[in-house]
């Protein structure tokens, strides 16, 4: 299996910009989060999926953020308008009753 | 909601030695793991231990759920072992997949 893709690697963006970042989970896997990582606030789960429901999307930070779960092998994470303060890396995990698999994240720098 | 704190924050070592990382938590859980995070940020699952003690290699890990710790050990260690670990706790008043991370243990293994 190739993992937890995620996509772009990188995506640097101006203030204001829309930005959608995607992902795969692995096959046959039922929950899916997204968490955020920065130095000041470590890693924090935005939203969680299980067969395709958003369950608890208490840590999204603000209305700004949404996100989607289409169908088992997809997500996206969109952010409009985005700030400056959205700079971070984003994993996308997914998992079946056991351990969490981390892609390797989308590291966003809005400017 | 349950709080995970981990210990040392920062561990230097020279090739060879051992440590051991630790993992506080203030509740019962469900589910704990253990990630490390390699210096190109990829974040790798090494132990999926709700209890028990598990070994990978140069690698182990005890949890004592009654009270609600786990160790992380690392034998012989090698520059590679180098990155920052991870423990990530679901609460047993969860009732979900919802892993809540610790603020990690840095290290680094000089040769």
């Known amino acids: 299996d190739a993992g937890v893709i995620q996509s772009p690697r990188h995506e640097v963006t101006e203030m204001g910009q829309e930005v959608t970042l995607r992902c795969k989970p692995i096959?046959?896997?039922?929950?899916l989060f997204w968490y955020r990582q920065t130095m000041m606030r470590g890693l924090e789960l935005l939203i969680y999926f299980n067969n395709n429901v958003p369950i608890d999307d208490s840590g999204m930070p603000e209305d700004r953020f949404s996100a989607k779960m289409p169908n088992a092998s997809f997500s996206t994470l969109k952010i409009q308008p985005s700030e400056p303060r959205d700079s971070a890396v984003y994993f996308c995990a997914s998992s079946f009753v056991g351990p969490l698999h981390f892609g390797n994240g989308t590291r966003l720098t809005v400017t | 909601g349950i709080q995970v704190e981990q210990s040392p924050p920062d561990l230097i070592l020279q090739e060879g030695a051992n440590s051991t990382l630790r993992c506080n938590f203030s509740d019962s859980v469900n589910n704990l793991q253990w990630f490390h995070q390699n210096p190109w940020g990829q974040l790798i699952n090494l132990f999926y231990?709700?209890?028990g003690t598990k070994q990978n290699g140069r690698l182990s890990a005890t949890t004592v759920a009654t009270e609600r710790y786990s160790l992380l050990y690392i034998s012989s260690s090698q520059t590679t072992d180098s990155g920052v670990y991870f423990c990530?706790?679901?609460?047993?008043?969860?009732?979900?997949?919802?892993?809540?991370f610790g603020t990690g243990t840095r290290l680094q293994v000089f040769p």
């Open positions: 096959s046959g896997h039922n929950s």
């Open positions: 231990i709700p209890s």
């Open positions: 990530a706790v679901e609460g047993s008043m969860e009732n979900t997949d919802k892993l809540i």
